[in-house]
């Protein structure tokens, strides 16, 4: 395996939203959290960071730039949406 993976050779439906519309829309299919509140891409996008990190840290890897960390998943995830509408 390659790394970093690449996901350019995978065919990527054209974006016809800006990423920030799409980080503000809701999950399809929607979801609520505990307290009712609809889940958008950008709470999922968080939260998965957030497990991911979490995960890393438990394993006791250190991340160097945790920003650029950050912006790598919320990418491959914009990238890899089907909500894009």
Known sequence: MEFPIRISNRIVKPKTKTYKHWWNKPLEPQRCTNNNKIVTNGVFVKDYYNDIL??????GYQ???ENKLKSEVA???YTLSD???
Request: with cysteine.
């Open 63 to 65: 991340i160097d730039n």
């Open 54 to 59: 979490n995960i890393l840290h438990t394993c």
């Open 75 to 77: 990418t491959i995830i």
């Open 83 to 85: 909500n894009i509408d």
